[in-house]
């Protein structure tokens, strides 16, 4: 079987400095905070690899460090130890922090697509929803406006938005702009897509079809996504293998069906019985 697509060795990020207390390699603390000086650990010592084609969830509840994990996945921040090792870029698995600056501007251009939570992040309101995936294509240096206008077109429309190509994203409902965010994500055929809590906030029959939506394009494309989610039943229908982050910190890993049937962790433990 081939290797990872991504591996994540051994990833903190702290905000502050430490000190001798939490820097030591056996610091275990209840919360994310250092109770010497203070430092907030967002994540820390976390690793997993991710392979071709798989949905890899990661799930931990608010503040657990899920979207500090996507931004250093998606290179809007350094970790402050440990590194991001991606495949698709050159041979074999090769550490981003080596990458120039034009490489990671490849990366996150053509091998990686993001999707927020907050479709703020991501799309000018302001703008079509056509335009808001042109954007990206601009980005990654087409020039075509003819062609992308055809290839943004045929996005939405996989995504259920015929006819929406022209509106102002701003005008559009939150499950279709999410569904915006997704056709962006994809457009120039990455390998990997981060969906960052993509279905949090919907109702219940636009998250069912947001989620399937979802799944018709990791049949179709057959490519990596690193799901974030709180949500079990998200999760349970998405991914096969999963970690549970508590205070930044891997608390446990296994496959979906393990977690939710037999979960080793206290904490899992918890998540799982009050999420039945
Ligand atoms: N600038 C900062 N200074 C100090 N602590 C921070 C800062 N930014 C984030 N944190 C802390 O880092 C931890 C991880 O934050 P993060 O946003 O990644 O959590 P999360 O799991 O995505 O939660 P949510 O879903 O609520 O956003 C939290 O405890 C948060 O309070």
């Given at each position: 079987?081939?290797?990872?697509?991504?591996?994540?060795?051994?990833?903190?990020?702290?905000?502050?400095?430490?000190?001798?207390?939490?820097?030591?390699?056996?610091?275990?603390?209840?919360?994310?905070?250092?109770?010497?000086?203070?430092?907030?650990?967002?994540?820390?010592?976390?690793?997993?690899?991710?392979?071709?084609?798989?949905?890899?969830?990661?799930?931990?509840?608010?503040?657990?460090?899920?979207?500090?994990?996507?931004?250093?996945?998606?290179?809007?921040?350094?970790?402050?130890?440990?590194?991001?090792?991606?495949?698709?870029?050159?041979?074999?698995?090769?550490?981003?922090?080596?990458?120039?600056?034009?490489?990671?501007?490849?990366?996150?251009?053509?091998?990686?697509?993001?999707?927020?939570?907050?479709?703020?992040?991501?799309?000018?309101?302001?703008?079509?929803?056509?335009?808001?995936?042109?954007?990206?294509?601009?980005?990654?240096?087409?020039?075509?406006?003819?062609?992308?206008?055809?290839?943004?077109?045929?996005?939405?429309?996989?995504?259920?938005?015929?006819?929406?190509?022209?509106?102002?994203?701003?005008?559009?409902?939150?499950?279709?702009?999410?569904?915006?965010?997704?056709?962006?994500?994809?457009?120039?055929?990455?390998?990997?897509?981060?969906?960052?809590?993509?279905?949090?906030?919907?109702?219940?029959?636009?998250?069912?079809?947001?989620?399937?939506?979802?799944?018709?394009?990791?049949?179709?494309?057959?490519?990596?996504?690193?799901?974030?989610?709180?949500?079990?039943?998200?999760?349970?229908?998405?991914?096969?293998?999963?970690?549970v982050?508590?205070?930044?910190?891997?608390v446990e890993?296994?496959?979906?069906?393990?977690l939710m049937e037999d979960p080793q962790a206290p904490y899992t433990q918890l998540l799982v019985s009050s999420a039945l």
């Amino acid at each position: 079987m081939a290797g990872p697509v991504i591996r994540a060795e051994r990833l903190s990020l702290r905000h502050g400095k430490g000190c001798a207390l939490c820097h030591a390699p056996d610091f275990v603390a209840e919360t994310n905070i250092c109770p010497q000086c203070g430092t907030v650990w967002a994540l820390r010592d976390v690793s997993f690899d991710v392979m071709p084609g798989e949905v890899f969830g990661i799930v931990g509840e608010s503040g657990a460090g899920k979207s500090t994990l996507i931004d250093i996945l998606d290179f809007a921040r350094d970790p402050s130890d440990g590194a991001i090792l991606y495949a698709p870029w050159k041979e074999g698995l090769v550490p981003v922090h080596d990458a120039t600056a034009q490489e990671r501007r490849y990366l996150r251009s053509f091998e990686i697509g993001v999707v927020h939570q907050n479709p703020r992040r991501n799309l000018m309101m302001g703008v079509s929803a056509g335009g808001n995936v042109v954007e990206r294509m601009l980005a990654a240096g087409n020039r075509h406006i003819g062609e992308m206008r055809g290839v943004a077109g045929d996005m939405l429309d996989h995504m259920e938005l015929a006819g929406r190509m022209d509106l102002k994203t701003g005008t559009l409902s939150m499950g279709m702009r999410q569904r915006v965010q997704i056709a962006r994500a994809l457009v120039n055929s990455p390998k990997v897509l981060l969906l960052d809590e993509p279905t949090t906030g919907l109702d219940l029959s636009v998250q069912a079809r947001t989620l399937d939506l979802i799944r018709q394009v990791h049949r179709r494309l057959g490519l990596a996504i690193i799901l974030v989610t709180h949500d079990w039943s998200v999760l349970r229908l998405m991914a096969r293998r999963a970690i549970v982050l508590k205070a930044g910190r891997v608390v446990e890993r296994g496959t979906v069906a393990q977690l939710m049937e037999d979960p080793q962790a206290p904490y899992t433990q918890l998540l799982v019985s009050s999420a039945l």
